[in-house]
């Protein structure tokens, strides 16, 4: 996320002076770019986290967009052999929202198989994930992950049988948990799991999940009197 075309001053509703952008750069082992940054987006969504993966044809990296009538859905922009293609939106969900909700996507791809979770809320919060088989270039129908008192703060892993494993924050009596769960294209592929228990304050950061010798490697905030961060494995089965 690149602010140089605004004053610099967010409070994560109306962006000031000019949009945000999304912009991004090759990077060579001793820590100098290759040639020069790019734009990848003209106007995006000012604070929701962006996050990219590697297919089979090169990179993708998925935002919170932003229209000028304030719709801030998923998009995504895919690296080509011809450079990078124009942003194409996951799904149309129709979320207008006058403020930025800090809750980006997760994507994670292998070869021409790719998958996005995300945050969103047109009517109610929603978490949902997509798929797709051809790079990130179309995908499926959303899959509801969730709907209600969940928070979003969403992470996701495509395994290795094609299907997804989505993890999110959910409301809990008195706290949040943050809960994981598999989904195929067709819907879910098991029960939600409970990891641990979390709040909803911004302190409490964003759960990530990461796949690691056929288990997943869970690490989040652990906020209170002292700040930790927790880890956690869990076999998968």
Not at 45 to 72: N, P
Not at 74 to 87: C, F, K, L, N, Y
């Amino acid at each position: 996320l690149d602010g140089r075309h605004t004053t610099g001053e967010h409070d994560h509703e109306h962006g000031t002076g000019g949009a945000m952008t999304l912009r991004g750069a090759l990077v060579q082992p001793d820590g100098h770019l290759q040639g020069k940054d790019y734009e990848l987006d003209g106007r995006v969504c000012d604070c929701c986290q962006t996050d990219a993966a590697m297919t089979g044809e090169g990179a993708v990296v998925v935002y919170r967009d932003r229209s000028d009538d304030e719709v801030r859905d998923i998009a995504i922009v895919r690296q080509t052999t011809d450079g990078w293609s124009e942003p194409v939106h996951v799904s149309n969900d129709g979320w207008r929202i006058d403020a930025c909700p800090v809750n980006g996507p997760a994507v994670d791809a292998r070869g021409d198989d790719v998958v996005v979770a995300w945050f969103t809320a047109p009517d109610k919060p929603r978490v949902r994930v997509a798929f797709s088989g051809d790079g990130g270039r179309t995908f499926s129908k959303p899959v509801e992950v969730a709907s209600g008192k969940v928070a979003g703060r969403v992470d996701v892993v495509l395994l290795a049988d094609g299907r997804a494993v989505v993890s999110w924050l959910a409301d809990a009596p008195g706290a949040a948990e943050v809960r994981v769960q598999r989904f195929a294209l067709d819907g879910a592929a098991g029960a939600a799991m409970t990891i641990t228990r979390s709040d909803v304050a911004r302190s409490s950061g964003f759960p990530q999940m990461v796949l690691a010798d056929g288990r997943l490697l869970f690490a989040w905030t652990e906020s209170g009197a002292v700040t930790r961060v927790r880890t956690a494995l869990a076999r998968l089965r």
